[in-house]
């Protein structure tokens, strides 16, 4: 119909949280049904998986409250439907048949594909005791994704939208894209670090471009790594310096550094400042290359100095704008 064009073509036109939207799925309007949650969350904590069901779904559902029940059992099959159908005990036939049914469906998918979570909300829930899946959500270990070749290539289908988990898979280290209109693009390793960091920048009022743990003590003499993030940094259209933060215990900073002006020189689309926060083993063999590079990289180990070098830089380049 026309209509659905209509809304389609806008969709497809728009842009959510400043990425651009590359597909849509139209469904069959749901009518007279109850909307339901049921989840299941791997729980290291409490040592085993953890099965949610409320009665009312919603947006809201999984903050908690008195309408999310849960419990935890043996990441077995039979447990976890057992346990899932328990939960809604209480509630009418039609319910209880769907909470069931969905359970026994839901539950092989999330052990054969070692899911962390596995949640339809809403469920709707019609009078027969039939549901349909309102909405779905999947989360995979990344980590156990060599023994997943169908959920590979699921991901390799979809590159534009699951290119950062090809990025883990295939090169071993975490690229998050924060922002895709950010000023500061970021080179760094640790991810508590890391996050640090991008928590640190967001308080000073600047715009982060990227989260990264380049785990660079498995670098092993290869810049391809430092390349690969560089070449996407380029293609932040905002992005106007690049803050290195290296805290060095396995890494030394003087193999480290002449890796990244390596992939700074290979990188000639990425023409903006970089701002070097190195800190630790090696620090004064990194400072030695850097002034001998001639290449446009600061050095500054204290790390507030270094946010507000990064900050003038930017200043700078809209000044000149």
Same mark, same amino acid.
């Given at each position: 119909?026309?209509?659905?064009?209509?809304?389609?073509?806008?969709?497809?036109?728009?842009?959510?949280?400043?990425?651009?939207?590359?597909?849509? =799925?139209?469904?069959?309007?749901?009518?007279?049904?109850?909307?339901?949650?049921?989840?299941?969350?791997?729980?290291?904590?409490?040592?085993?998986?953890?099965?949610?069901?409320?009665?009312?779904?919603?947006?809201?559902?999984?903050?908690?409250?008195?309408?999310?029940?849960?419990? @935890?059992?043996?990441?077995?099959?039979?447990?976890?439907?057992?346990?899932?159908?328990?939960?809604?005990?209480?509630?009418?036939?039609?319910?209880?048949?769907?909470?069931?049914?969905?359970?026994?469906?839901?539950?092989?998918?999330?052990?054969?594909?070692?899911?962390?979570?596995?949640?339809?909300?809403?469920?709707?829930?019609?009078?027969?005791?039939?549901?349909?899946?309102?909405?779905?959500?999947?989360?995979?270990?990344?980590?156990?994704?060599?023994?997943?070749?169908?959920?590979?290539?699921?991901?390799?289908?979809?590159?534009?939208?699951?290119?950062?988990?090809?990025?883990? =898979?295939?090169?071993?280290?975490?690229?998050?894209?924060?922002?895709?209109?950010?000023?500061?693009?970021?080179?760094?390793?640790?991810?508590?670090?890391?996050?640090?960091?991008?928590?640190?920048?967001?308080?000073?009022?600047?715009?982060?471009?990227?989260?990264?743990?380049?785990?660079?003590?498995?670098?092993?003499?290869?810049?391809?790594?430092?390349?690969?993030?560089?070449?996407?940094?380029?293609?932040?259209?905002?992005?106007?310096? @690049?803050?290195?933060?290296?805290?060095?215990? @396995?890494?030394?900073?003087?193999?480290?550094?002449?890796?990244?002006?390596?992939?700074?020189?290979?990188?000639?689309?990425?023409?903006?400042?970089?701002?070097?926060?190195?800190?630790?083993?090696?620090?004064?063999?990194?400072?030695?290359?850097?002034?001998?590079?001639?290449?446009?990289?600061?050095?500054?180990?204290?790390?507030?100095?270094?946010?507000?070098?990064?900050? =003038?830089?930017?200043? =700078?380049?809209?000044?000149?704008?």
């Amino acid at each position: 119909p026309e209509a659905v064009e209509s809304a389609t073509a806008r969709i497809l036109a728009s842009e959510i949280k400043g990425r651009p939207v590359h597909s849509v =799925r139209v469904e069959t309007q749901i009518n007279d049904a109850r909307e339901s949650y049921l989840g299941f969350i791997l729980d290291p904590g409490a040592g085993g998986v953890r099965v949610l069901f409320a009665a009312e779904g919603g947006v809201d559902i999984e903050d908690g409250g008195d309408a999310l029940r849960s419990t @935890v059992t043996a990441p077995d099959e039979a447990a976890m439907i057992a346990a899932a159908t328990e939960l809604a005990a209480d509630q009418s036939e039609a319910m209880r048949a769907a909470i069931g049914d969905a359970a026994a469906r839901l539950v092989p998918a999330f052990l054969k594909h070692e899911a962390m979570m596995l949640e339809i909300n809403p469920l709707f829930i019609q009078n027969d005791g039939g549901w349909v899946a309102g909405d779905a959500k999947m989360v995979i270990d990344e980590n156990a994704l060599y023994r997943q070749p169908e959920v590979s290539k699921f991901i390799d289908a979809r590159d534009p939208v699951y290119w950062e988990t090809q990025a883990k =898979r295939d090169y071993g280290f975490d690229y998050v894209e924060i922002d895709p209109h950010g000023e500061i693009g970021l080179l760094t390793t640790g991810a508590g670090l890391s996050m640090m960091l991008v928590d640190e920048l967001i308080g000073a009022g600047l715009k982060p471009f990227n989260f990264l743990d380049l785990r660079s003590g498995g670098l092993g003499g290869d810049p391809s790594r430092i390349i690969r993030v560089m070449n996407w940094m380029a293609d932040g259209p905002n992005v106007g310096v @690049v803050l290195v933060n290296i805290f060095a215990g @396995v890494t030394h900073l003087g193999e480290f550094t002449e890796l990244l002006l390596q992939a700074f020189r290979e990188t000639p689309r990425l023409t903006v400042p970089v701002v070097a926060r190195l800190v630790g083993n090696g620090l004064d063999d990194a400072r030695k290359i850097i002034e001998e590079s001639g290449e446009p990289i600061t050095l500054e180990p204290d790390l507030a100095k270094a946010i507000a070098l990064a900050a =003038r830089h930017l200043k =700078r380049g809209a000044a000149s704008c």
